[in-house]
């Protein structure tokens, strides 16, 4: 499930640039910590304007409208930025003991927050710990398996300490010169080059050269032998790259990274250890350089102007001066090397692995060149992705074919791999199939261009492959968004926005599940038409392994051609969960998404119960044993006039077969209408059965003065809502004066709209009494319709209580029937039965509704979700300790209108196993024992 931390204490360090501050303020803003600390900066004397624009940033502080202690401190003149962060953030350390920092141009992913709290808690007391960043510089480098690595680099674009670290902080690095004297870096960074370089920043930093605060904490860090925890996904993006920032100005390759979703719950290391291969390409990347470049020549020959370019990080420029020193100089093949290190941070790893092998073709023991290789492509699946290339550019399609299958079938995702595919496709004219390999490839590897490059040209060269076809505009708004996130056809897409949104509108009970969801846009695309539609609260769960299609059986074919053969078996059609995340961010609808990651036959079981009942179930699971397992599982899970809709039916031969053996065994037949060439939907009406014993008649007024076919929403399952009903219409004393109700806990309203439509049928004349101190804005708009015949009486029900018994005891009329669904603790339904009993006419019923069994470890769960209680609720124990036991009330059993109906109170909620129904009634005696 979903982490929701809130972060305690947030450091906000600002300036002069109001656009930047904003965005990051919003993000605080949703993050809602509990203390915000806010370091300003004074303005530049010689900035004409910065005044004015210090002033503006500082105004969008007071703007925080949540329950937050906030704490400024501004300096009135400009101290810089080494000065201001440094001073700013020892007042934070006196205030606080830890806290997040960001500065105006830091911009985090949503997850950043709970991922530092999360781990300021866990290292709070481990003094080799120095700080936890937000920031990924791995760029396309595969990620870890654990959701973070220990680093000897203190990224500061978004980060968290401690005040035991903090203290350690030397703003005039007093221990430099006798570092520097000892050769101590060269120890640390085991290479004499990383450590020159090192040493030249500590010096200018050192002598004030260079006005920054950072560098004298990573000294710091360096000193105390810290480390730094970097996240797997990159979290913040620095958006600071303007001609406003102090130390950011211009164009940076590190500049506007994207950011992605962390997954909780996190993966812990298993041991802190510095990861020395990361360390080695965050030193090459991002500082020293792996090439050294002679600067003592006057004149730079075009190889020391290309080396140069690379290392200052202008990759396109070095790309081309690469190619014209190697083709100038053709005897020095290890120019290879460094055109290939361009490309690959271009976003290129084909060309960047066809450049290794042409130099490792000439040098063979070229180790860097190896080292780049496996990095590239690692082990096995580098292995066949290898030699799938080779097979491609010697035109050995079907080699490169069967290779890439293999490779598939590992389940490791690779930079390249899919591209690889999309070539292949494109060979023997598949061009939908290439569209789709290269939206997999994105999905992993946002970065790779040549990717990018190739979909642009597709599209464009094809715009049939993506255009869409159907005139509904506010469909086609969302497809263009969710078409890179889905392989879904457009007809398909928009058979799903229509029967979801029939769903809503027609305000059918029920979450939507997804079983097979890819890379996340068709369930972007139903939770959008979930915000915009839906009359009543329901979420959307989206299951998948995120790891590829699971090995297929003998029925899986494709005009008889095994289903792992086609080029779409094993390990294909996958994406990794963050895609999912990020298209429900993008449309603004992640909050009512929940992913469930694994294979059917394991997630299913488990959680069937704990997904509630389904209105629309979309089924894309391919193969014969996916369709079996979801049906299996799911079915009875769906509501009368729930949908399905089966992406499969028509092109996989074992998803048709699982089908089919389900409609034989349960002895139904579903009604599938066609949608294109292989999906199909249906309509599962009147699924569950309704119970014989009730007259038609009776159940057709039901169906009449049911609130929900009213546009109500009701708290209560349809079977509640008919026992109650039935109990109004049929089991409550007939009497010859006025008939009185009274309902405890109106809060929506739906209730006690039905109670009324029972009594307009059985009495004349009647009145009703509604105690509700609050409730919904529903309630008032029924009172409205309802102020002839009921009194609202807005004030709890024990204040409620001495009020009504004064109106009862005037006539000497008491109510036939009392509803109470109010307070649901022991002593507050406790109280309600001491204060109303009496107050209920002998004969009369007592109705209690979420009277729940009692705690065990299969409905426990279920239970508090409901109730959002952390302990049982007191309704059962209350009622059989005063209605049994003390008043000797009978137990009246109510019939379900659907027995095989499993839907409590709300359809959207967990099913509480063996509880069909929450309502209790009892009956007062009419002749009481006095001696009670």
């Known amino acids: 499930m979903k982490k929701n931390y809130s972060p305690k204490a947030v450091c906000f360090i600002i300036f002069n640039r109001p656009k930047t501050t904003e965005r990051v303020f919003e993000l605080i803003r949703q993050a809602k910590p509990h203390q915000l600390l806010v370091i300003a900066d004074g303005p530049r004397r010689d900035r004409p304007g910065e005044a004015e624009k210090c002033i503006e940033v500082r105004g969008i502080i007071n703007r925080v409208d949540w329950d937050c202690e906030v704490l400024t401190n501004y300096a009135e003149k400009n101290l810089g930025c080494r000065e201001r962060i440094f001073s700013g953030l020892d007042w934070v350390f006196t205030l606080v003991e830890e806290a997040i920092i960001l500065e105006d141009d830091c911009l985090p992913h949503p997850s950043f927050f709970p991922f530092c709290w999360e781990l300021l808690q866990i290292y709070r007391d481990n003094e080799k710990i120095m700080a936890i960043s937000g920031d990924n510089f791995q760029f396309e480098h595969p990620h870890k398996d654990d959701s973070y690595y220990f680093s000897r680099y203190a990224h500061s674009w978004g980060w968290a300490t401690w005040r035991r670290a903090w203290q350690h902080y030397d703003n005039k690095m007093t221990l430099w010169p006798k570092v520097r004297e000892g050769n101590w870096l060269e120890d640390i960074l085991q290479d004499q080059h990383a450590s020159r370089c090192w040493s030249h920043i500590f010096q200018n930093v050192y002598d004030r050269e260079i006005d920054t605060w950072d560098?004298?904490?990573?000294?710091?860090?360096?000193?105390?032998?810290?480390?730094?925890?970097?996240?797997?996904v990159n979290l913040v993006s620095n958006i600071g790259f303007t001609a406003e920032a102090t130390h950011t100005q211009g164009s940076n390759t590190l500049g506007n990274l994207p950011t992605e979703a962390m997954v909780f719950p996190l993966k812990h290391p298993h041991f802190i250890i510095r990861d020395h291969q990361a360390d080695e390409f965050t030193e090459k990347t991002m500082f020293s350089g792996q090439i050294q470049v002679n600067h003592n020549q006057g004149q730079l020959t075009l190889i020391q102007q290309a080396i140069a370019s690379l290392n200052d990080g202008n990759n396109a420029e070095a790309l081309d001066r690469f190619e014209k020193a190697i083709a100038v100089h053709p005897d020095i093949p290890h120019l290879n090397y460094g055109k290939a290190i361009a490309l690959l941070r271009l976003g290129r790893p084909k060309a960047a692995v066809d450049t290794l092998n042409q130099l490792l073709t000439l040098i063979p023991d070229h180790k860097k060149a190896q080292l780049l290789l496996g990095e590239i492509w690692p082990g096995v699946v580098g292995d066949f992705l290898k030699k799938a290339s080779q097979a491609l550019n010697g035109d050995r399609h079907e080699e490169a074919f069967h290779l890439l299958n293999q490779a598939k079938a590992l389940k490791q995702p690779t930079i390249g791999q899919d591209y690889l595919r999309s070539l292949y496709f494109l060979r023997v004219n598949q061009l939908a199939s290439a569209l789709e390999c290269l939206y997999e490839e994105l999905r992993y590897f946002r970065r790779n261009t040549e990717a990018r490059e190739l979909l642009d040209k597709l599209v464009e060269q094809y715009p049939q492959l993506v255009s869409g076809e159907i005139e509904d505009a506010e469909f086609q708004e969302l497809f263009q968004v969710v078409r890179p996130y889905t392989m879904l056809s457009e007809a398909r897409l928009y058979s799903l926005f229509s029967l979801a949104k029939y769903i809503c509108l027609q305000n059918i009970p029920g979450n939507f599940v997804e079983c097979g969801v890819a890379g996340g846009g068709s369930t972007g695309l139903l939770a959008s038409v979930i915000k915009r539609y839906t009359k009543q609260r329901r979420w959307l769960y989206a299951f998948d392994s995120f790891d590829g299609m699971p090995v297929p059986t003998d029925a899986d074919q494709f005009n008889g051609i095994p289903a792992d053969a086609t080029g779409w078996g094993t390990g294909t059609c996958a994406a990794p969960e963050t895609s999912v995340v990020e298209i429900c961010h993008k449309l603004g609808v992640l909050d009512i998404v929940q992913t469930v990651k694994g294979y059917f036959q394991n997630t299913l079981p488990t959680v069937r119960n704990a997904i509630g009942m389904i209105s629309l179930l979309h089924m894309d699971g391919d193969w014969y044993e996916s369709t079996k397992s979801i049906l299996d599982n799911l079915y009875d899970r769906i509501v009368n006039e729930g949908i399905i809709q089966v992406d499969d039916y028509g092109h996989w031969p074992g998803c048709r077969q699982a089908i089919h053996e389900f409609e034989k065994e349960r002895k139904i037949k579903f009604d599938f209408h066609p949608i294109d060439g292989t999906g199909v939907w249906c309509n599962c009406r009147e699924k569950f059965p309704i119970n014989p014993l009730f007259p038609p008649e009776l159940v057709q007024e039901f169906i009449e003065d049911d609130p929900v076919n009213h546009g109500l929403n009701s708290q209560m399952s349809c079977n509640e809502r008919f026992q109650l009903y039935y109990v109004l219409r049929n089991l409550i004393p007939k009497v010859s004066s006025l008939s009185r109700f009274v309902e405890i806990g109106s809060f929506a309203g739906s209730s006690l709209f039905?109670?009324?439509?029972?009594?307009?049928?059985?009495?004349?004349?009647?009145?009703?009494?509604?105690?509700?101190?609050?409730?919904?804005?529903?309630?008032?708009?029924?009172?409205?319709?309802?102020?002839?015949?009921?009194?609202?009486?807005?004030?709890?029900?024990?204040?409620?209580?001495?009020?009504?018994?004064?109106?009862?005891?005037?006539?000497?009329?008491?109510?036939i029937v009392i509803f109470i669904d109010g307070?649901?603790?022991?002593?507050?339904?406790?109280?309600?039965?001491?204060?109303?009993?009496?107050?209920?006419?002998?004969?009369g019923l007592l109705v209690f509704h979420d009277y729940l069994p009692p705690l065990n470890d299969?409905?426990?769960?279920?239970?508090?979700?409901?109730?959002?209680?952390?302990?049982?609720?007191?309704?059962?124990?209350?009622?059989?300790?005063?209605?049994?036991?003390?008043?000797?009330?009978?137990?009246?059993?109510?019939?379900?209108?659907?027995?095989?109906?499993?839907?409590?109170?709300?359809?959207?909620?967990?099913?509480?196993?063996?509880?069909?129904?929450?309502?209790?009634?009892?009956?007062?005696?009419?002749?009481?024992?006095?001696?009670?």
């Not at 560098?215 to 860090?221: G, R």
């Not at 307070?823 to 109303?836: A, I, Q, T």
């Open 215 to 232: 560098y004298p904490w990573q000294f710091c860090c360096w000193a105390q032998g810290g480390l730094t925890i970097l996240p797997n």
């Open 754 to 815: 039905l109670t009324w439509r029972a009594f307009k049928r059985i009495a004349n004349p009647f009145h009703g009494f509604a105690v509700e101190p609050g409730g919904q804005p529903q309630l008032y708009e029924v009172l409205k319709n309802l102020e002839l015949d009921v009194t609202h009486l807005p004030m709890f029900s024990h204040q409620a209580a001495p009020e009504l018994q004064a109106i009862f005891e005037r006539d000497s009329n008491l109510p």
């Open 823 to 843: 307070d649901h603790s022991y002593e507050g339904v406790r109280k309600d039965v001491l204060d109303y009993y009496p107050l209920l006419a002998p004969g």
């Open 858 to 932: 299969e409905n426990r769960d279920a239970i508090f979700f409901h109730h959002g209680l952390e302990k049982e609720p007191g309704i059962r124990q209350a009622c059989q300790e005063l209605m049994e036991n003390t008043y000797g009330c009978e137990v009246i059993d109510i019939p379900l209108l659907y027995p095989t109906d499993p839907t409590q109170t709300q359809a959207q909620l967990p099913i509480i196993p063996g509880v069909f129904s929450t309502l209790r009634v009892y009956r007062k005696p009419i002749h009481e024992n006095t001696e009670l």
